[in-house]
């Protein structure tokens, strides 16, 4: 296995503050309190975080996260955005597993070096991944350098995702990458105590989504996802675009060689297919003003490009692969409802997953009204939240309950930060956290 450069750090790169109150009008005074404890003591930044995250019970909840005093203080100082409005209700747990898209080099560098549980994990899939071929380690946790945003950069604040780089842009190392950073986050989180009550997975998401769920083994679904990722790499190339238009505006763009791939929100449609179709979608998209985006895919995922491959998948996996009935429960992306158990132990069901469209839409409908849940999104990006968000289930009510687990590689802020911050935010909205574990799994430093 390639030996990693990266050592352990003494301390979390970043804190989380947590204050409550029994009130709502409580609650700024037990956030002023919070702030002059720091402003008198700001060196102890670390030791006042573990004392907040153990005293905060009240009803009426507030968080901040940061990565030095300075940041915490001034976040305090605004107020603004810290604060849930209405009492923390206990509510369910789901886990959004996203696809690929937004992988970058270097994902999960900073958790890696600083957080032991998403560590031993990933070390876990690489072995497992090493002994069958694909050595992706240094891809995922060695540090790139990230060109930060500046205040005020619109480029990289109105850009809507990354465009994946080097080698974690091919099908053959991306989706196995994805698929471990996702697995070290769910685990990494569970860990604290955040168990899932239920999970959506979007495409490559949902064979997260059974592993987690006990339908396949950690080192069967690894070794599926690799051989699937290079017999998608032998079918010819194709490409992905997601549209500005509804579902049901979309069929006069389609023609006769392009298929809707997933359905993302009420105004986005995704389409794929043969390389030469979808340029020529392009090209008419263009003419006719509507808006487009180009998905960083080298095949028409969930499309009929996909079916040439589906009776050997369905084969593999019929030899190589125990399949079990879940132990969570999990919406699939073919059905937007409840997987099956009959689904979940059938081999077959792969094969048109790969081919079939990603209903995300149903499957998030199903997600609002029969679990009603916080929800936290565990992979590289923000699309799956966002789709959430955007559903017609999610009302004023529910949008702070749906948050990103990373922040968004453009967005130029530590993976730590912008994890604490979704953990914090989702917390003051009801999310169950062991704050007990959470301190204990501070790395310390080795000697």
């Keep these: 296995m390639t030996e990693s450069v990266l050592t352990t750090v003494a301390t979390r790169p970043a804190e989380l503050l947590l204050w409550s109150a029994a009130t709502a009008e409580g609650l700024p005074a037990a956030r002023q309190a919070l702030l002059g404890r720091i402003e008198a003591a700001p060196e102890s930044l670390p030791e006042l975080a573990r004392e907040s995250q153990h005293a905060a019970h009240g009803a009426y909840r507030g968080a901040v996260a940061g990565a030095d005093t300075a940041s915490v203080v001034a976040a305090l100082r605004r107020g603004r955005g810290?604060?849930?409005?209405?009492?923390?209700?206990?509510?369910?747990v789901a886990f959004l597993l996203s696809g690929v898209g937004d992988q970058y080099p270097g994902m999960g560098a900073e958790l890696y070096r600083t957080e032991p549980v998403f560590r031993d994990a990933v070390d876990r899939c690489s072995a497992v991944l090493e002994a069958d071929g694909c050595d992706l380690l240094d891809l995922l946790v060695r540090p790139v350098e990230q060109t930060p945003r500046l205040p005020g950069d619109l480029r990289a604040m109105l850009r809507p995702r990354q465009v994946p780089q080097g080698p974690l842009a091919t099908t053959r190392y991306g989706q196995p990458g994805v698929f471990v950073l996702e697995y070290a986050l769910a685990e990494l989180v569970r860990s604290w105590g955040v168990e899932p009550a239920a999970m959506i997975g979007y495409s490559l998401g949902e064979y997260v989504a059974a592993c987690l769920a006990g339908v396949m083994s950690l080192p069967d679904a690894l070794r599926l996802v690799r051989w699937r990722a290079e017999r998608i790499e032998e079918l010819a190339p194709g490409g992905m675009l997601a549209v500005a238009l509804a579902r049901n505006e979309i069929g006069p763009w389609l023609g006769t060689d392009l298929d809707v791939a997933a359905v993302t929100s009420p105004f986005q449609t995704v389409l794929g297919g043969p390389r030469a179709a979808v340029a020529d979608l392009e090209q008419r998209l263009t003419d006719a003003g509507v808006v487009y985006q180009r998905v960083g895919a080298h095949h028409g995922f969930h499309t009929r490009t996909m079916a040439p491959l589906g009776a050997r998948l369905t084969a593999w996996i019929g030899a190589n692969v125990r399949l079990a009935e879940p132990?969570?429960?999990?919406?699939?992306?073919?059905?937007?409802?409840?997987?099956?158990?009959?689904?979940a132990t059938d081999p077959a069901y792969w094969a048109q997953h790969l081919a079939r469209p990603v209903e995300l839409m149903s499957g998030l409908g199903t997600l609002w009204r029969d679990v009603d849940p916080v929800a936290i999104e565990l992979g590289p990006g923000e699309g799956l939240s966002s789709s959430a968000r955007h559903h017609p289930a999610?009302?004023?009510?529910?949008?702070?309950?749906?948050?990103?687990?990373?922040?968004?590689?453009f967005a130029g802020r530590s993976e730590t930060a912008g994890l604490l911050t979704s953990l914090g935010r989702l917390w003051t909205a009801g999310l169950d956290v062991d704050w007990a574990r959470f301190t204990n799994d501070t790395p310390r430093s080795e000697s």
């Excluded at 999610?394 to 590689?409: I, S």
């Design 394 to 409: 999610c009302d004023r009510a529910r949008l702070a309950r749906v948050q990103p687990g990373l922040a968004p590689a």
């Design 82 to 92: 810290l604060e849930g409005g209405q009492p923390a209700v206990r509510r369910p």
């Design 327 to 343: 132990r969570i429960p999990y919406v699939s992306n073919i059905t937007g409802s409840w997987l099956t158990d009959a689904q």
